[in-house]
């Protein structure tokens, strides 16, 4: 079984900066891909940012200069620092990984979401 805690949302006015992390625990053989997902109220679950386990990156054009989305290995933690918010971040951000189980079965995870709200 994995855990995954997530923190680091909070309220911040426009222009301002969050950081968010997501630390994985429990057992299991490897993270493959982690991500970041946001879902504003009414709106889908929309990819945010990902990273795979070779640190290739791929971000959502909306985030595209503003976003840095980082993992660190040794602490099985994904991390998205976010810059020059904007109202429209406003969302609960989810965080994704993609685990090889210690039987080498892939699954995936969520965190349980934290709130980001930008301020105009």
């Known amino acids: 079984q994995v855990q995954l805690v997530e923190s680091g949302g909070g309220l911040v006015q426009a222009g301002g900066s969050l950081r968010l992390s997501c630390a994985a625990s429990g057992s299991f053989f490897s993270i493959n891909a982690m991500g970041w997902y946001r879902q504003a109220p009414g709106k889908q679950r929309e990819l945010v940012a990902a990273i795979t386990s070779e640190g290739s990156t791929n971000y959502a054009d909306s985030v595209k200069g503003r976003f840095t989305i980082s993992r660190d290995n040794a602490k099985n933690t994904v991390y998205l620092q976010m810059n020059s918010l904007k109202p429209e971040d406003t969302a609960v951000y989810y965080c994704?990984?993609?685990?090889?189980?210690?039987?080498?079965?892939?699954?995936?995870?969520w965190g349980q979401g934290t709130q980001v709200t930008v301020s105009s």
């Open positions: 994704n990984l993609v685990v090889t189980t210690i039987v080498l079965r892939k699954y995936d995870y």
